[in-house]
């Protein structure tokens, strides 16, 4: 099966960096990969997601690139502020427009911690 | 439009008891997921049902784990008898229609904890 991996596990900026979170796959089958933010305590929520017939996609401060050849993919927050701290997790699925997938398999999370 | 519901939001039982937690997912949603989040990982996909059918529970511990998911609608998640490596939080997630590009919108999840 699918095999998700996600590094750095903790990442501390100050406010106004870059962070930078990479994730690998091992299906070369699959072709969605949203990435989830999750605050303490709270549910996980979508925050930006890239279909494999698409290399980059931007969403205001957040960005995420796929590499196929690779498997490998990343997001990318700019101008971080306190309020991005959280965990986030990178998924991965195989998905064909209606059929049994979409099981997503997830990494194992970085906490982001952003000083104001 | 509503969120997918979960409940009990808490739940502490001693090893060797029996839970039951309950999911509503959002009205209209063919697809339900199960997942377990052990505490520091991510989630991982318990079961999967598309309409009341089961798509995929290959890593449902099937020995301790139910589920069903009777008239396609709400889903209940049985742990019998419960084990100490069962405590994490437990996610309901629902899709209108499963391999779409669609977003899987979870629930608050229920934080098991087992003594």
């Known amino acids: 099966g699918e095999n998700v991996e996600q590094h750095p596990s903790t990442l501390s900026v100050q406010e106004g960096d870059s962070a930078v979170i990479k994730c690998t796959y091992s299906d070369s089958a699959s072709n969605y990969f949203p990435w989830y933010k999750q605050e303490l305590g709270k549910r996980p929520q979508l925050i930006i997601d890239?279909?494999?017939?698409?290399g980059e996609k931007k969403d205001q401060r957040i960005a995420v690139t796929l590499n196929k050849t690779a498997k490998h993919f990343s997001l990318h927050i700019t101008e971080t502020q306190p309020e991005d701290s959280a965990v986030y997790f990178c998924?991965?699925?195989?998905?064909?427009?209606?059929?049994?997938?979409?099981?997503?398999?997830f990494g194992q999370g970085t906490i982001l911690t952003v000083h104001p | 439009e509503a969120g997918v519901a979960q409940s009990p939001r808490y739940k502490i039982i001693e090893k060797r008891q029996s839970v039951a937690f309950w999911c509503n997912p959002i009205s209209g949603h063919a697809t339900l997921y199960w997942y377990q989040q052990i505490l520091g990982q991510g989630p991982k996909l318990l079961i999967q049902?598309?309409?009341?059918?089961?798509?995929?529970d290959s890593q449902l511990p099937k020995d301790r784990f139910s589920a069903e998911r009777l008239k396609g609608v709400d889903s209940t998640l049985k742990i019998q008898p419960a084990k100490l490596e069962d405590s994490a939080v437990y996610l309901c997630a629902s899709v209108p229609l499963a391999g779409g590009w669609d977003e899987q919108f979870f629930g608050p999840g229920t934080r098991l904890t087992v003594l």
């Open positions: 998924a991965a699925s195989k998905n064909a427009g209606g059929t049994s997938y979409g099981k997503l398999t």
């Open positions: 049902f598309q309409n009341n059918g089961v798509v995929d």
């Open positions: 890239i279909r494999s017939n698409v």
